[in-house]
């Protein structure tokens, strides 16, 4: 009898691991043009054509715009978010993209980042990034931003 009970508390373990690990494992998910792995307390969706993914705690998010050019430089449109968002600490790297801070619409210390090439620019902007034990969904997720055209 202890033996049945033995096999059967072992095969209750392996199934509840199996459904932690396949739970666990974010899988990409589509949101418009917009491919991206959503981690476990975290849910996404689009506003407009930009992807914005939320923690569940409501004080981290991230969001990702990606826009064609038209005639502005990279430098133009930094410039302009950069006030739009009334930024501090505008900064370019060394490859020619672009950083600030600024305060988000729900009084959040945020981070924006833009790149771009090929006519095309991205924009990134995260609040909630402080939170050490969130920093691995933060790469997770920015990882595996991927966009379908």
């Known amino acids: 009898m202890k033996i049945k009970k033995f096999f059967f508390a072992l095969t209750i373990i392996f199934i509840l691991a199996f459904i932690f690990v396949s739970t666990a494992n974010a899988k990409p998910e589509s949101f418009g043009n917009f491919r991206a792995e ?13 992807l914005v993914i939320k923690h569940e705690n409501g004080n981290a998010s991230l969001a990702v715009a990606f826009n064609k050019m038209g005639e502005a ?19 370019q790297d060394d490859d020619g993209d672009y950083s600030f ?44 931003i991927d966009w379908e055209d």
Not at 38 to 50: E, K
Not at 73 to 91: F, H, P, V
Not at 127 to 139: I, P, V
């Open 101 to 144: 801070s600024f305060v988000n619409s729900a009084g959040a210390e945020s981070i924006a980042l833009l790149t771009g090439g090929d006519g095309y620019y991205l924009v990134i902007s995260m609040s909630g990034f402080e939170d050490d034990a969130l920093q691995k969904d933060f790469e997770k997720i920015l990882d595996s």
């Open 73 to 91: 430089s990279l430098t133009d449109i930094a410039e302009r978010l950069y006030i739009q968002m009334d930024g501090r600490d505008l900064e």
């Open 38 to 50: 959503v981690p476990h307390g975290w849910s996404g969706g689009l506003q407009g054509s930009t």
